[in-house]
Each structure stands twice: as C-alpha cells, then as structure tokens.
C-alpha cells in the first residue's frame, strides 16, 4: 500500500509538470512583437498574419487550459494523459501505414507477399507494429473492443487480398478518416464532461469556502498540488535541459572557470518567469533544508530526526532569494547582467545557510563540552564542523573581495560572513574552556565570569563591525550616490543591528552587574558553619533534607 500510495503522489507532481513548463513557454512568446516582425517584412498577405487576433485569443485560451491542467484532480489528469497517449498511439499506427504504403508504392510489385522476400519482410514488419500499437490502445482504455483501434490494419489487409497499389492509397487515406470520425465522436460524446467538472467543482469551491474560509482553501490546494515540490521538479528539469543543451553542441572538455560560467549562466537562463523564478526558489529552499540536515545528522546521527523529526528549515534562504530577486528585477535583465547579480545573491544565500548551521551546531557543541562525554566521534564531528564554518566564511569574504569591487552591499554580505566567523570562534573558545574543565583535578575558579567576558567579547566585535558597515554606508550615501533604497538599508541595518544590540549589550551588563552586588551582599559562610553542614552547597544541602525526608 505504501508503494501504490509513493506512485501516486510521483504521479500528482510529474503529470503537472508539462503544464508549468507551457505556462513558462506562453510567458516567454511575446504574440504581438511576433506579428509586428510578419508586419515589417512586408508579408501582410501572409495567411499567419490575417489570423493574428485568432492567434492572440489562442494564446490566452492556452493561459486557461494550462491553469486547468495545473488544478485538475489526480484521477481526471491520469484519465486525460492515458487519452493523449491513445491518441499518440493511434498516429503511430497511421504513421506505420503510410510509410508501409510509400515503401510499397516505391517498390512497384504487385504480387503475392510470399513470392517477394523484401515485401514480406516489410508486411511482417508493419503488421507486428500495429498490432503492438492495437494492444496497447485497448489495455490503455481498458476496453476489449480492439477493432475500435484497428482502421489502420486496412491497408495492409488490402495487400494481402493483393488490392492493387493504387487502391491501396485510397484504402488507407480512408481509414485515417475513419480514425478522425472516431476521435470526434468520442470528443462530442464527451462534451459535457468539461463543462459537469468544473461545475462540481465550483460547488465544492463554494461551499470549502463557506465552511472553513478562503485561507483554508488555499491551504488544501497547496498541500494537494504539492507546490513546492512541483515547482522544484520544474526547474531542475528547465536546468537540466539547459545543461543538455549546452554540451550537445560542444566537442571540447570546458575549463574549471568555464564550468563555473556555465553553471551560473544555466540559472540564470532558468529564472528568466516567474514560474521558473519560483522554482528556483523552492528549489534553493530543499537545497538549504537538505544541507542543514545533514548538518544536525552529522552532529547528532540518528537521533537529531528522533528528537526534531520535522526541521521546518530552509524557507529563510528560498524568501530571501525572492525578496532579493524581485527588489533588483532580476528576471528583466539580460543573461549576463542576471548571471552576475545572481552570483551576488547566491553569496547572500549561502551565507544564511552558514548562519543557520552555526544554530543548529552552537547549542549541541557547548551541551556537549559541558556533558563530558568522553566519546572521541562526537567531538571529532563538533569541532570539524566548528573549523569548517570558521574557515568557509572567511574565505567567501575572501573571494568576493576578489571578484567584485567594494560597496556597501557587498560589505553586508562580508560583514554577515565574518560575523559567523567570529560566533563560531567564541563557541570554540567556551567549548575549550569546558575541556579544560574537565581534564582539571580541580574546577575553574569563576568560570561563570570567564564564560560571561568571551561572550561579552565576541558580542563587543560583533556591535563594531555592524558599526563599521553603518559608517561604511553613510559615508557612501553622503559622498557617493544617493539612494532611497540605500538610505532604507542603512536605517534598518542601524535600527536592528546597531540600536537594539546595543540597548541589548547594555541590559545584560546591567542585569550582570546586579546579580553580581546581591551576591556579594551575601554573608560569607564562617568556618563553624562549613564544619556543620559538611561544606556542602545550598542546591546539595537541599537534596540532602528532601533525600533524608523520605
């Protein structure tokens, strides 16, 4: 059951594929700058451009049943492609017919098959074919009435009874003509079914609706359509097909930089719609979900799916690949200007993924330093995967610093990087500090204090280079060009990663301090008091009564 039910959804997303893939074609087909090129090479008598209102109408008509296609329930989209199939099948049968007719036509003999060994041969062929071709018509409309789908056997019937070439041809145009009187009366018996669909479904619509709402609604189709998975299904086939493209029409092995062009130039040339903008947002999302992922199985192995089965991850990077695409109309670009600014925002994507790996990687490596647990995999694992985003993120700063000319975007992204860098020192630092700890005979005197200056340390780095960049910035908006965008970017970078961190540094300092005063407003214990109570602290001493209680 658990396989019926994994085709099934296989099927719901790779039956609705095709129809994202027209809506991305209609949307890349301008029709009126297709007609206004026929207008200008003088060819107004050609018969395309005296129906271009009849093509224009089509090409919204195409709109519609793209969208039906897109939302038509599993069972009637299943029933619709076994129909084109049938109807594929049936044209291949036709095709089998016409050229075992032109082969015999060339051939110019006339009788019997079995005196002629290379007419033989060709009948032979031909009829195994459309007898494949009849077989498989009838189990794919599930029906026993073969003959339905045997118009095309005509001809070579004919042959047999030795019916001359000439007729032959007639016979043959005749039952291409009783296939389509076949196929029309089907579509007309069958022209209510469209109309007593969308009927039904309106209802349903209405009264969904009605019952639970609009947002319920779309939150049902979502979770039926499978939109994320669709759209990233969608776009890795656009993206493969580009890659396709590309290396069938070259004979030469590409360089490494080669490569890396050719790969940001393939999504670029895939984001070029909304549709296909889409997908490659879902599709970096999955990427950033699978990425983290491995990221928690790598610390944690089994147990990180036991403990959080269901990682609502990923979003955050797929967003903003969106809100980063549309406020800098990436799809209205040319390829290389896309593949360029792509490049820039892909650098932006990865570094909140880096972001999101440090919290997943932060609590379980202080939690596992604190535990002193001895097992030597455990900590290989935390501290590599510690090193790799220590390292990883300066040398993408680096890189980018290579490639693009310093501004004040670009200084954000760098600014993100070593800020990741400087998280992952001071998580190191608090895990070696723990180590050391443990291997100690004796505790570390005023560890608390120790942990509380790092951090404080490393939050003080993290409140100056968010300061630099919003010097950096305003310096660049004073003297350079002035934007509203840039002036938003330096209020709400200043707002949130300036203003509140430091109205945050100082409220601890303060909290600290307190806490700090009331416990030296305690009286020390006297050594009379130590003597009387085993030396033993207030939290063991507590246990004690409790334990002596009972």
Known sequence: MAA????????????????????????????????????????????????????????????????????????????LYLYFLTALLLYAGHQISRDYVRSELESAYEGPMYLEPLSMNRFTTALIGQLVVCTLCSCVMKTKQIWLFSAHMLPLLARLCLVPLETIVIINKFAMIFTGLEVLYFLGSNLLVPYNLAKSAYRELVQVVEVYGLLALGMSLWNQLVVPVLFMVFWLVLFA???????????????????????????????????????????????ALGVLTLCKFYLQGYRAFMNDPAMNRGMTEGVTLLI????????????????????????????SILQSMLEIADPIVLALGASRDKSLWKHFRAVSLCLFLLIFPAYMAYMICQFFHMDFWLLI??????????????????????????????????????????????????????????AYGVSETIFGEWTVMGSMIIF???????????????????????????????????????EKHNDICAICYQVWLLTRWK
């Open 492 to 530: 709400i970078h200043s707002y949130y990663n300036v203003w509140l961190r430091a109205q945050l540094g100082w409220k601890s300092f303060l909290l600290r301090r307190d806490a700090v005063n009331k416990i030296k407003s305690l009286p020390l214990a006297t050594k009379e008091q130590l």
């Open 4 to 79: 019926k039910e994994k085709l099934e959804a296989v099927l719901n997303v790779a039956l609705r594929v095709p129809s994202i893939m027209l809506l991305d074609v209609l949307y890349r087909w301008d029709v009126s700058s297709f007609f206004q090129q026929i207008q200008r090479s003088s060819l107004n008598n050609n018969p395309l451009f005296q129906y271009k209102y009849l093509a224009l109408n089509m090409h919204y008509v195409g709109y519609i049943l793209s969208v039906v296609l897109l939302t038509l329930p599993r069972q009637y989209l299943v029933q």
């Open 413 to 470: 992204i760098i600014s993100s990087s070593i800020l990741t860098s400087l998280q992952v020192l001071g998580t190191l630092f608090i895990y070696v500090l723990f180590m050391v700890e443990e291997f100690r005979k004796e505790p570390v005197e005023n560890m608390d204090d120790v942990i509380y200056y790092v951090n404080g340390t490393y939050r003080l780095l993290e409140f100056l280079v968010a300061l630099c960049v919003v």
């Open 324 to 351: 980063l695409a549309v406020q800098t109309g990436l799809i209205e670009l040319q390829v290389v200007h896309r593949a360029f600014l792509l490049s820039i925002i892909l650098f932006i994507v990865v570094a």
């Open 241 to 287: 097909l580009q890659i396709y493209s590309y290396f069938s029409t070259r004979d030469q092995p590409a360089s490494r930089e080669r490569l890396l062009f050719l790969f940001l130039t393939s999504i670029a040339e895939c984001c070029s719609t909304p549709y296909s903008l889409l997908g490659l947002v879902f599709t970096v999302s999955f990427v």
